[in-house]
């Protein structure tokens, strides 16, 4: 049996794949969300602030990320 792991945070990379942006629009696009959440530069954003900041359900962007 082979355990699968999900990761809970989310990178420039992941939001490139899921909004078509460049990587470094979705890096500012990323900063932008941690600063809403008030969170630190060494803070980790998760799949669920993500999806909660852009309206769109996480069973349309997991898909995306894990692939």
Same mark, same amino acid.
């Given at each position: 049996?082979?355990?699968?792991?999900?990761?809970?945070?989310?990178?420039?990379?992941?939001?490139?794949?899921?909004?078509?942006? !460049? +990587?470094?629009?979705?890096?500012?696009? *990323?900063? /932008? =969300?941690?600063? !809403? +959440?008030?969170?630190?530069?060494?803070? *980790?954003? /998760? =799949?669920?602030?993500?999806?909660?900041?852009?309206?769109?359900?996480?069973?349309?962007?997991?898909?995306?990320?894990?692939?």
């Amino acid at each position: 049996m082979k355990l699968q792991f999900k990761r809970i945070c989310i990178y420039p990379k992941d939001i490139q794949r899921i909004t078509g942006k !460049s +990587y470094r629009q979705s890096a500012r696009m *990323l900063k /932008t =969300i941690k600063l !809403s +959440y008030e969170k630190q530069d060494n803070e *980790l954003l /998760t =799949i669920d602030e993500f999806c909660q900041y852009t309206g769109l359900k996480s069973e349309q962007v997991e898909p995306l990320i894990f692939g």
